[in-house]
């Protein structure tokens, strides 16, 4: 049985760090950690010198030392590789495992995550320190598992050092077989980039204005993610020969230019999440404005959630963050830092583990606070820790169960990618997810993501009565078919606007657009444009009333059985179509001609009477989030109140709060920052 995610208890860790710390107080920072509650740490993953500090002279005394200390208490280890910052021994003698700037500039060593995933030397030497930690380490007792590196693609996520550009070569030589194809694949005609040797072929480099060309792009992301989960893979690969029956491997963080549901797939037994939503009031970028702010970290949970149904978050806020170079954020308001465990909690996970035990007295993260701070002494977030600990005996009958939504929002990477890549796509999608997301939480209807690749879709979607799929401007047959069976079956899918006008590569599809889409939606988009700055006040006319059109215009007419259900109601092509209903099988299918609004978000969900699905049991203010996990036929609710005030819920029908051990109903008033966790009874 997995020792975390175990379905029995939802459990606490911590992030430490013994070689920053004098050896004295080893122990009594263990004792602490277990008299709080903090029964896992994770340790290691940027210590390579510990083990190897000089070139193939290997050292295991310092973690054995540290490992017994952690079996005599009845401490349990997350392990890690250490690959995220390889030593200086290491970079000197082998510059070329490290990262390039686009121009080629090394980036040197004296921060993270310096090197290259495609150098043979880093493979190389990344292999031997995984098979050296894990064939020494794997077998003591109190490891239960091992997290590979840390943060891929943190801190930069693209990567040009000659070892690249060669792999990148030799990436789309075996995709494409022949520069034929290939120019055939990029467009290379145009501006006259046509190769006519494999040798003429590069990732991104400088060029004028740093313009590249896209179709090119789209591979060169492929690439990374690909290169990204080799990487992982080879580490995990070695862990698994050593590692004990049940001990688990993950990785943690979620970053771009990486398919993440491939990673997990493919090389972890689960993902673990790094949640810091006090990012929402970095002093830099803070909005007293921003409705969402730190509530915003509940659309990354949900995106953890869709990679991997049951999670862990490696790294959980604390205390106040910021570097010595960058960021600054006050610290977590009394109650933010249970709220905050209670939101990845509600989201699914099982395991929260806090950034750090100790506030590091050294080195760029000075003010990354943890737990504790400088001098250790017991402290108000200490009492928090007891205090979620406390909580948490309260809710083991939560773990295992999962997070219950009816209304499913689709993305795909190659979509997500082309959003970096097409400042055009990029705009409309960012619109598109803002006001999904924050119609959708202020409303308290709970939502999924969903992956979508040619396989099908990252889970079973007949359970979910609408799918959002705010702007597939790529396409292909095998998805376009996943999607009719779902709609066939009984779905109801959304499109928005610039929906399958590319292919896989990003081309421009010559047919009618919607393109492949085009009989599953019955609409046929006449004439597009960009909305125009100096017209923001273009309306969408339905005979429900009116909803804002946003960044873009499709001009729509119907076809076949599609019926005109809106239309523009001003400028100057007020009275062409704007949504189109089309009936197919047993579902339906919406082309909505623009980016979505709040309102139009509201316009679907109410009219497929999917929104605010708890609403006869309670109500509870716009500001408040309310989420539902489900076990068997059990639900559990959980609501969390962000604002700095109290907040009043009326349950409709009695609840049983699971920390007051009693049945509640009518009026309940929750403190700032308060979280209310009950079973619907
Ligand atoms: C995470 C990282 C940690 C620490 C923390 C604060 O991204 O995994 O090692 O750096 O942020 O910056």
């Known amino acids: 049985m997995r020792q975390i995610l175990n379905e029995q208890s939802i459990r606490l860790g911590t992030c430490y760090y013994p070689e920053h710390w004098d050896k ?86 004296g921060a993270r995550r310096h090197y290259n995933y495609n150098s043979p030397v880093y493979r190389e030497k990344s292999r031997i320190i995984t098979e050296k930690s894990a064939s020494h380490y794997a077998g003591r007792s109190c490891i239960i598992g091992w997290q590979l590196d840390n943060e891929l693609n943190c801190e930069t996520s693209e990567f040009y050092s000659d070892a690249d550009h060669k792999a990148f070569r030799a990436y789309v030589q075996k995709k494409y077989g022949t520069p034929d194809a290939l120019n055939e694949a990029w467009g290379t005609v145009f501006w006259n980039q046509t190769y006519n040797d494999w040798s003429q072929v590069y990732g991104p480099r400088h060029t004028v204005h740093d313009t590249q060309n896209p179709h090119m792009m789209l591979d060169y992301i492929r690439f990374i993610s690909d290169s990204c989960i080799s990487f992982a893979s080879e580490q995990a690969e070695i862990i698994r020969k050593y590692a004990k029956e049940g001990d688990f491997i993950t990785t943690n963080g979620m970053f771009g230019n990486l398919d993440n549901h491939a990673l997990n797939r493919k090389v972890l037994d689960f993902y673990t999440y790094d949640s810091y939503p006090n990012f929402a009031y970095t002093l830099d970028g803070y909005q007293e404005t921003d409705f969402m702010k730190d509530r915003w970290w509940s659309k990354n949970l ?32 009394p109650g933010q830092m249970r709220l905050w465990t209670m939101q990845s909690i509600a989201h699914g996970a099982d395991f929260v583990s806090y950034f750090r035990w100790r506030t590091a007295t050294i080195g760029t993260e000075i003010y990354w606070h943890g737990i504790l701070d400088y001098s250790g002494r017991d402290n108000e977030r200490l009492e928090m820790v007891k205090g979620i600990y406390a909580d948490l005996q309260h809710m083991k009958e939560i773990a295992g169960a999962v997070y219950d939504a009816k209304i499913g929002i689709i993305r795909d990477y190659d979509n997500v990618y082309d959003t970096s890549i097409d400042i055009w796509h990029g705009k409309i999608e960012r619109i598109s997810d803002n006001a999904l997301f924050t119609a959708l939480q202020k409303s308290h209807t709970p939502f999924d993501y969903v992956d979508l690749n040619d396989e099908g879709f990252s889970t079973d979607v007949s359970s979910y009565r609408l799918l959002f799929y705010p702007h597939p401007c790529i396409m292909d047959q095998a998805r376009a078919e996943h999607l009719k069976k779902y709609v066939e079956q009984g779905g109801c899918l959304v499109l928005g606007c610039r929906s399958a006008y590319k292919d896989m590569n990003g081309r421009c599809v010559r047919e009618n ?23 923001q006040d273009i309306t969408v006319q339905t005979g429900e009333g009116s909803l804002p059109a946003k960044g873009f215009a499709d001009r729509l007419s119907a076809e076949g059985e599609g019926s005109i259900l809106g239309t523009y109601a001003n400028t100057y092509f007020a009275g062409d179509g704007a949504i189109v209903e089309h009936k197919v099988g047993e579902g339906k299918v919406y082309y909505y001609a623009t980016a979505f609004s709040e309102e139009a978000v509201g316009f679907f969900t109410e ?41 009043r819920v009326t349950f409709f029908k009695p609840v049983y709060d699971l920390l007051e051990e009693k049945t509640v109903a009518g009026e309940l008033v929750l403190p700032a920052y308060g979280v209310e966790i009950c079973r619907i009874v």
């Not at 009594?28 to 193939?56: C, Q, S």
């Not at 149904?309 to 610290?331: L, V, Y």
């Not at 492949?516 to 017209?535: N, Q, W, Y």
């Open 24 to 109: 004295s107080l080893w122990r009594e920072d263990l004792t602490r950690m277990l008299a709080a509650g903090i029964e896992v740490i994770r340790i290691a993953e940027f210590a390579w010198n510990k083990i190897e500090p000089a070139e193939g002279e290997f050292t295991y005394t310092f973690y054995d030392e540290f490992l017994d200390m952690c079996e005599e208490t009845g401490m349990q280890v997350i392990f890690c590789t250490p690959t995220a910052t390889p030593p200086a021994w290491l970079t000197e003698k082998y510059p070329e495992v490290l990262n390039a700037e686009i121009d080629g500039t090394l980036l040197r060593h």
């Open 302 to 333: 949900t995106l953890v959630r869709s990679i991997s149904p049951s999670f862990g978050i490696m790294e959980q806020q604390s205390g106040a963050n910021g570097w010595t170079t960058r960021m600054d954020a006050p610290s977590p308001r």
């Open 513 to 535: 657009l919607p393109g492949l889409l085009a009989d599953l939606s019955g609409a046929d988009v006449k004439e597009f444009t960009l909305l125009p700055p100096d017209e």
């Open 607 to 647: 009219r497929e009477n999917v929104k605010d699905p708890y609403g006869e049991i309670l109500k509870l203010p716009a500001d408040c989030e309310l989420a539902v996990r489900k076990k068997g036929d059990t639900s559990y609710i959980f609501i969390l109140n962000y604002a700095g005030e109290e907040r």
